[in-house]
């Protein structure tokens, strides 16, 4: 049996650069008052289809989609900000705090076509901000991201930014990008001239060479924008370069679905050369009204677990395995009982001890020692059990004390929370 296309397993071995990031991204998010949200990987369709939008690729062909046995329509979520919003409403978060700053990480389902760094079941963190309209918020999104980047090592980061207007000055905008589409219709890919109907915004996303030069000179959403949204792309702008963030404003950058207003980003680092994102977000203000809640300004980002540490695995050297505290050597069935025993009571006192059952011999056992980087050896054989006194050896310096059976948790506990 083997793993589906696009799904994989992440094995011991590779997970410790999964928690050198998660845990670095929690502290980042505590520190600026995040709280951890957990939400289901099963929704239903509707959910999805009404935010993410149903023309985006998301929706039209990416989705894990079925039918319960009772005839629901179910997805496997394809993104965190459409369920968040939801038990934002569901739960009425509103209603207690005006502010809400949530983070999340876990797997999202897509179905796209699988290569390297791109799978069908990938890991995001996600978070989002609920009920804060001010561009200081998109700047301290963009910020954070920024930094736990730069902590986590990453190289030739820097931030490609958008603002995608409003209700209100968006279909201003829309029907000059139309215009000029219209007159470059014959240029356009069979995917863009669809699009051009019912998603206009996305033929300025579009990767295909040939429509890229038909876009050259295509009106941009910036000199499109309201004096509203104008001056909050201002501030981003301004705040993020005294922040020394680096940043260009990338009129193309649309993000692939429906539900973005004002600021959009994607995180881009050259630390393995060509560019490649890493993050993306953006602010959704219209969404949480959408989905029947109240009217909430909104934004968030997701970052690219999955990505992000193949990057590192290339920077960075796994960290080590931090090694057990002890390994106990039991020569014996007697001295198996009594090393069962200890380890449970060691383990319950927050040593990290390890024994074996398989009833090798010393030498093997010392070899399991050093391979599980032990820092000392108890040993525990016959005549150690007949002097009613276990040898500790302290694997680095070689030195051995003999320790009385009646006192062994307190000793080994004192010996090894002293070094
Ligand atoms: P999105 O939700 O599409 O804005 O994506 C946010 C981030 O998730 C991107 O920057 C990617 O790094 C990552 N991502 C999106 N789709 C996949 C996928 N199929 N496999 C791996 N990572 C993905």
New binding site residues.
Partial sequence: MQTIRGFRDILPEQIRLWQKVENLAVELFNAYGYQEIRIPILEKTGLFARSIGETTD?VEKEMYTFDDRNGDKLTLRP?ATASICRAYIQHKLYATEPVRKFYMTGP?F?R?RPQK????Q???IDAEVFGVDSAYVDCELIFLLHQLFKRLGLTGLTAQINSLGCPECRPKFTRALLDFLEERKQDLCEICTRRMTRNPLRVLDCKIQTCQAALIGAPATVDHLCPACEDHFNIVKTTLEKQGVDFSVNNSLV???DYYTRTAW?IQTTSLGAQS?????GRYDGLVKQLGGPDTPAIGF???????VEIMEQLTPMPADPGADLFIVALGDAAMETAYHLSCDLNQAGIKTDTDFRGKSLKALMKRADKLNARYVLIAGQTELNDNALILRNMKTKEQVSISMDRLVPEIEAVLKHK
């Fill in positions: 998301i993104e999202m897509r796209e760094g791109r799978y069908r990938f890991y995001q993000r692939g679905l994607e994102a890493v993050a993306g977000g997701a970052i690219g677990f999955d990505r992000l």
